[in-house]
């Protein structure tokens, strides 16, 4: 995989940002215009799906554009070596056998000077088949299903962010998670118009500032383990 350069990775954000907001204003609009509770639940529905498809699709392509440098593991920043590392801590958890716990520490005692292979969920078909099989990746690392507050601020630190804590906008994540499930799963649930419209803003305004994050921290190199 070629290096991502920086430019090139805040078209991606950027990109990736346009499309949903777009859509989101749409709804938004759409919503304010309508009284019918189809348009209301609709609209919960869709605001979730870019909530958990833009934070899913924004870490998976920090964790890519810092893959992509190829650096070493004791040139990383903790949390992407625990990326690394994460299938060999999986073993360890799965197995009781001697062997695996000798062959994990030797692994992390004596191959922090081997180039990373940090997991990724490549959504190209075209690049999948261009990959060794050291390369393929669990696409369990970016699972987002259910993106309440308390599992946002859990993928926020794989990539070494983290999420301050805010009551109000937890109830809105959390809120907007269990509307979205209980109308998924065919109940018949009311939404207010004026709760929904401020959901509408504050989910977008939360977006844009995960995006601001990941990009000072690849501007920043915040990913890159800082010299004693």
């Known amino acids: 995989m070629k290096p991502v350069s920086l430019e090139k990775f805040l078209d991606q954000l950027d990109n990736e940002l346009a499309w949903r907001e777009k859509e989101i204003d749409l709804l938004k609009k759409r919503i304010s215009e309508s009284d019918l509770d189809t348009d209301l639940r609709a609209g919960v529905v869709l605001l979730y799906a870019h909530w958990e498809g833009f934070v899913k699709s924004v870490i998976n392509k920090y964790i890519k554009f810092v893959a992509s440098k190829r650096l070493r593991l004791d040139e990383l920043d903790d949390c992407f070596i625990a990326l690394a590392l994460k299938k060999e801590c999986r073993e360890l958890q799965e197995s009781k056998k001697t062997a695996v716990y000798i062959k994990a520490v030797e692994f992390m005692l004596n191959r922090l000077s081997e180039q990373a292979n940090i997991p990724y969920e490549k959504g190209d078909k075209k690049e999948n088949k261009n990959l060794d099989e050291k390369e393929k990746v669990d696409e369990k690392e970016i699972k987002t299903s259910n ?82």
């Open 147 to 228: 993106l309440k507050f308390k599992v946002l601020k859990e993928f926020l630190l794989t990539i070494g962010l983290t999420w301050p804590s805010d009551e109000l906008n937890e109830k809105r994540i959390d809120f907007l998670v269990n509307t979205r499930n209980d109308i998924a799963h065919g109940k018949q649930k009311y939404i207010d118009k004026n709760t929904l419209t401020d959901l509408f803003t504050e989910i977008t305004r939360m977006i844009r500032n995960i995006q601001t994050d990941i990009f000072d921290a690849a501007e920043q190199k915040s990913y890159k383990r800082r010299a004693i």
